[in-house]
């Protein structure tokens, strides 16, 4: 069958695309950045309310979003938003930044993250395959490419694959972390680990480990608190991010008007409660203070668990060695199903751009299964290359604050589409407004600020990846 459709089909549901929200928020970060994060601020109440303030902020976002979803309920979500809002350009800077960056070097981290975990069971994939200088392709990232791939091939043969691999996976994983949150709470309540950790819970320090090992410890006061609370919200913030994937695929969606405002609240509440309460049990099994040279979990901590790998200590609290082994399977289960989502979600906003001439056009071709097909491998590509590179870690960190300036101006959105389309029917206006998009831009905004205070190097250069897209877009205007 000839493959030069352009309309999709719509046959996902609320439960369907709720599952591709949480799904694509839960992938490693809740497993692994708590650790960092203690490092950071040192204080189990600090830690918590990082947590919770970055919970509420995804779910003040998500209240906004469905205000446009609502009005426009086309394939590309975001996109669309921020081309109705403010023109071509800007519409276009948000794409190349997805593409180049944001969601195929999230894909690209997924999947790394995927391999190493499948490392602790197959040990032959610590290996090298291939080294020349500072160049090294180890097995892990063979192995990365290789799921992407699988990801990729699967969600071209037609949206019920990557429905049904999205909520078999998404369902798993919840009722997975729920276990550990359950377990981990009572058993810790049969300990005093979480009264220890929140005895003095407002002390907060910065501790880094030094190249020969020992450790500093610097007292956070004032104004150094909050630029140490904002600077670690990356963390969190990362881990909580993609919520909005399913706004692209709109297209794909029954009664998105609807369902799609929904299930961006449902999806980001679920996943709040899930994230917040994951951190208390983590705080009720282990420390919050511990040693780099400790000899099991208990003695390393919140702070130095193994490789960061806090879900995994945690568990082997509860079950011992076996634990590590259930939460390494789970993590796996988690980013395969994470990587799943983007893959599926990605291909449909490089699909809208190709429609609005702003990307490769082939990539607006449908095949038999009404999937952009094309789409899908080049962002598979990219991904691919972006695994290989091993760059993807350093993009990624430059690209949070990009995708945070583009959170803003999306929500930002709303207000000026109100001045500009006041007529424009509204099936659902955004919950709270002014007030809560008004606190969302003024949370977000200042954290942005700090950012730039505190980051600078980073956020400068997300802010030059961004910028590279103005030329780009020009170029290809000329080819038009």
Request: aromatic residues 12%.
């Amino acid at each position: 069958m000839s493959e030069n459709k352009t309309d999709l089909k719509r046959s996902l549901g609320l439960l369907d695309a709720t599952s591709l929200v949480a799904g694509s928020m839960i992938g490693s970060g809740i497993f692994i950045v708590t650790s960092a994060m203690a490092r950071d601020i040192g204080s189990a109440a600090w830690l918590v309310l990082i947590w919770i303030v970055t919970g509420l902020i995804t779910v003040a976002a998500a209240l906004s979003y469905g205000e446009l979803a609502g009005m426009m309920p086309k394939a590309g979500g975001q996109f669309v938003y921020i081309q109705r809002a403010y023109g071509r350009l800007i519409s276009f800077l948000y794409g190349w930044t997805v593409f180049s960056v944001i969601q195929t070097g999230v894909i690209a981290a997924i999947a790394v993250t995927f391999a190493n975990y499948a490392a602790i069971f197959f040990p032959f994939l610590d290996g090298t395959l291939l080294q020349s200088g500072s160049f090294v392709i180890a097995n892990k990232q063979l192995l990365a490419v290789f799921s992407i791939f699988i990801l990729t091939y699967s969600n071209t043969k037609g949206i019920e694959n990557g429905k049904w691999i999205q909520l078999v996976l998404t369902a798993t994983k919840l009722m997975a972390l729920f276990c550990l949150i359950i377990f981990g709470i009572y058993v810790g309540l049969q300990k005093n680990t979480l009264y220890l950790n929140f005895d003095t819970m407002w002390n907060a320090y910065k501790t880094v480990q030094n190249a020969d090992g020992t450790l500093t410890v610097t007292r956070l006061v004032g104004t150094a608190i909050l630029g140490a609370a904002t600077a670690t919200m990356v963390n969190s913030l990362f881990s909580s991010d993609a919520w909005n994937n399913v706004t692209f695929i709109a297209g794909e969606i029954k009664d998105p008007k609807r369902n799609i405002p929904r299930s961006l609240v449902l999806g980001t509440l679920i996943v709040t409660v899930v994230y917040v309460l994951a951190n208390v049990a983590y705080l009720s099994l282990l420390p919050l203070q511990g040693v780099p040279s400790g000899q099991d979990a208990l003695s390393k901590g919140i702070m130095f668990a193994a490789n960061d790998r806090v879900g995994a200590a945690a568990a082997s609290v509860i079950m011992g060695n076996t634990g590590v082994f259930l939460m390494s399977g789970l993590i796996m289960i988690s980013t395969f199903g994470c990587n799943s989502g983007l893959i599926l979600s990605g291909g449909r906003l490089f699909y809208a751009m190709a429609q609005q001439g702003l990307f490769f056009k082939n990539a607006m071709q449908l095949n038999r299964h009404q999937v952009p097909a094309k789409a899908l491998w080049l962002q598979c590509l990219w991904a691919c290359i972006l695994c290989v590179s091993g760059k993807f870690g350093d993009l990624l960190t430059y690209a949070t604050f990009a995708s945070l300036l583009f959170y803003i101006l999306t929500i930002l959105g709303v207000f000026v589409l109100r001045k500009k389309e006041p007529n424009t029917p509204r099936p659902y206006k955004a919950f709270g407004y002014p007030v809560i998009p008004a606190l969302y831009l003024i949370v977000a905004s200042g954290i942005s600020i700090t950012l730039l205070l505190y980051d600078t190097l980073n956020t400068g250069f997300g802010l030059a990846i961004v910028a590279l897209g103005i030329p780009i877009y020009y170029l290809m205007l000329k080819k038009e």
